[in-house]
């Protein structure tokens, strides 16, 4: 069973920039997609952004245009490039495959001050 340890998370002001990680234990070529999703106080937890075999991308309308999802070659790792921060960004980070079918992990952080 993979395992998935995100992290990158932290205290920002908004319109500010982080970069989330998320590290696989093993190789996640045979997903057909691993997402990012995160979970604010209060809320259920959302999609945010996705990365599909093939290497397309997609994003929550509520992100478009400021978030980018990437991964690296040997397909163990991937990332969140989070620019121009909002408030309403603040929540904790998970990334799973295929939608959810993996333990959920600690998640990370990410708080935007106004």
């Known amino acids: 069973q993979v395992q998935f340890v995100e992290s990158g998370g932290g205290l920002v002001q908004a319109g500010g920039s982080l970069r989330l990680s998320c590290a696989a234990s093993?190789?996640?070529?045979?997903?057909?997609?691993i997402g990012w999703y995160r979970q604010a106080p209060g809320k259920q937890r959302e999609w945010v952004a996705s990365?599909?075999?093939?290497?397309?991308?997609n994003y929550a309308d509520s992100v478009k245009g400021r978030f980018t999802m990437s991964r690296d070659n040997g397909e163990n790792t991937v990332y969140l490039q989070m620019n121009s921060l909002k408030p309403e960004d603040t929540a904790v980070y998970y990334c799973?495959?295929?939608?959810?079918?993996?333990?959920w992990g600690q998640g990370t952080q990410v708080t935007v001050s106004s």
């Open positions: 799973n495959a295929n939608g959810g079918v993996v333990v």
């Open positions: 093993r190789s996640t070529s045979s997903f057909n997609t």
């Open positions: 990365i599909e075999r093939g290497g397309s991308t």
